[in-house]
């Protein structure tokens, strides 16, 4: 996760980071659906956390792949105590269904999350103005066919 | 490289320059001398003459020629000026912007502006010290994770730690430039009470208020923080009768000024505020009610029976009767540090120049008789709590020739 701004800590943060998706098929290639999830991260004493939410849709370019392209468009969320941070956001990445059983695929995924125009806020007002946050995700994922 | 001078109302400002090399105004245009200039004359161990001292001057805002700062030995000749003022403030990111600090400037024009008596300070108590790149602390919850904010810091203060001056007298010239890369700036110049006139605070124990006599001038008004300075008290608990029989010179003679001021308009309103503390290790003086003055001098103590060699004392030999103002003392005042802490400004719907009487006070957006022009970024940081950490706290500023006064 990194923020970015002139006053942004400029270190990317690692934490761990879930998410859930609901969808159906819109043709045989193209899925479509909401998602959600979140980040965190235990920044000396503070806990940062990143939520996001929106519609999703992965393509299969080939129907015999495993390879698929994905795309969402949403909302992210920045909290730190109480340092706020919320605007849309955009995803895109890419994944590799692998057959587990035949009901259900694993398989694995890089995704970016960015978002920017946003402003960090706290309980008085604006901190900072044009604020970015991009995460990157490296996870593994199962998904029922 | 070219630098055009304009004369507005009386003032003398850089108008622009060019090339890597700051250019700033000619002191030989002076129209005079400050009362700042010219005071200091060698003493029996300096070998540098008052016309070298001299030739180290800067132009002010007024016009006059002001003192600046000089390194302790002139390059040019080698000679020693005995004293030093810090750190080199052309070091400074922020050299090019302010240029040389002239010393004694809101002294100069402290009764033009209304105050009713003059407050004048020796030569050699003005310190500088700066740091670039200071990384903040913001203490807001959460504002730590997030934020990651840096300053460029150069600061001057008249902080004499030689002479009884500051045991009674409150009135400390500050010259206070700070650039962050949140918008936070302001390069203020004021006449800055610390403490309660006419009276310290032991350095040991700040609860501890020790009358001194009477200030000078009487009528300097009360300010927020302190000056706490060490007494014989501090000394006796922690150099001469330490419970566990160790002497401690840093605890017991480590000198505190701690500033609170704050630049406001006329309405009142505070537009920019600080808080730094400006610490002195190793000063020529201690509080003693019953000496001349109130003036007790640490080096003395070298010779007290079991403190020979002992601490700070280490290198002083007992068969050499040091003086106070020995360049071989260790008591000569040339370990400082300063505590950034706060800055705040309130001053989003601007302007950035505001004029005020040397004392910070009645701010205005036009210049009136004995003001002095700050600047103060058209920002509000009232969002979160900017604080710096010390900087310096591992320089020493000493130097072959350096001795108290100093």
């Known amino acids: 996760m990194l923020l970015s701004c002139t006053v942004c800590d400029p270190e990317r943060e690692l934490g761990p980071s879930v998410g859930v998706a609901f969808g159906t098929y819109a043709d045989s290639r193209l899925r479509v659906g909401l998602e959600g999830g979140l980040w965190a991260n235990d920044d000396g004493e503070v806990r940062e956390s990143v939520y996001r939410g929106g519609i999703v849709a992965q393509l299969h370019p080939r129907p015999d792949s495993g390879l698929h392209l994905v795309a969402g468009l949403g909302w992210s969320g920045y909290r730190a105590e109480l340092i706020t941070y919320d605007a849309v956001r955009l995803s895109l990445g890419a994944g590799w269904d692998l057959p587990l059983t035949e009901g259900w695929v694993v398989g694995n995924r890089v995704m970016l999350d960015a978002a920017s125009f946003g402003s960090l806020q706290n309980d008085v007002g604006e901190v900072a103005s044009s604020v970015g946050l991009s995460v990157v995700t490296l996870g593994l994922y199962l998904r029922r066919r | ?406």
Not at chain 2, 188 to 213: Q, W
Not at chain 2, 282 to 304: E, K, T
Not at chain 2, 350 to 362: E, F
């Open chain 2, 1 to 406: 490289m070219s630098a055009k001078k304009i004369a507005l109302g009386g003032m003398v400002v850089l108008a622009a320059s060019c090339g890597d090399d700051p250019v700033f105004p000619d002191v030989s245009l002076a129209v005079g001398d400050a009362v700042s200039f010219g005071v200091w004359t060698p003493g029996p161990g300096d070998t540098c003459s008052a016309a070298i001292h001299d030739s180290y001057a800067t132009l002010g805002p007024d016009g006059l020629r002001y003192p600046t700062w000089h390194p302790p030995i002139d390059p040019g000749t080698g000679c020693t000026f005995g004293h030093e003022h810090g750190r080199n403030p052309s070091g400074s990111d922020l050299f090019r912007d302010v240029g040389p600090i002239p010393f004694g400037y809101a002294n100069q024009h402290l009764e033009a502006g209304g105050f009713g008596a003059p407050r004048n300070e020796d030569h050699v108590g003005h310190k500088i010290e700066w740091e670039n790149d200071v990384v903040m602390n913001v203490d807001d919850e959460g504002a730590s994770a997030a934020l990651h904010i840096t300053c460029d810091v150069l600061v001057k203060l008249h902080q004499g730690t030689h002479s009884p001056d500051a045991f009674t007298n409150n009135m400390h010239e500050v010259v206070y430039h700070v650039r962050c890369t949140d918008r936070t700036g302001f390069s203020v110049t004021v006449l800055s009470p610390i403490g309660t006139p006419g009276e310290l605070v032991a350095s040991c124990d700040r609860d501890r208020h020790i009358p001194a006599g009477v200030a000078n001038p009487a009528i300097s008004p009360d300010g927020g923080g302190k000056r706490a300075i060490p007494d014989a008290a501090c000394v006796q608990e922690r150099i001469l009768n330490p419970s566990d029989g160790r002497p401690r010179f840093d605890s017991a003679l480590r000198e505190s000024w701690e500033m609170s001021v704050s630049v406001r308009a006329a309405n009142g309103r505070s537009l920019a505020s600080f808080n730094p503390y400006f610490q002195v290790f190793d000063p020529s003086r201690f509080f003693d009610g019953g000496q001349a003055n109130g003036l007790a001098r640490p080096i003395d103590l070298c010779y007290v029976a079991g403190l020979e060699g002992e601490d700070r004392c280490e290198g002083v030999s007992p068969t050499d009767t040091l003086s106070w103002n020995d360049p071989r003392s260790p008591f000569k005042g040339v370990r400082r540090f300063v505590d950034v802490n706060a800055n705040r400004i309130r001053n989003a719907d601007g302007p950035s120049v505001w004029y005020t009487d040397a004392l910070g006070r009645n701010g205005r957006t036009e210049p009136f008789p004995g003001s002095i022009r700050q600047w103060i970024a058209a920002y509000d940081n009232e969002h979160y709590d900017l604080h710096g950490p010390q900087i310096g706290r591992d320089r020493s500023y000493d130097a072959p020739g350096v001795h108290a006064p100093n």
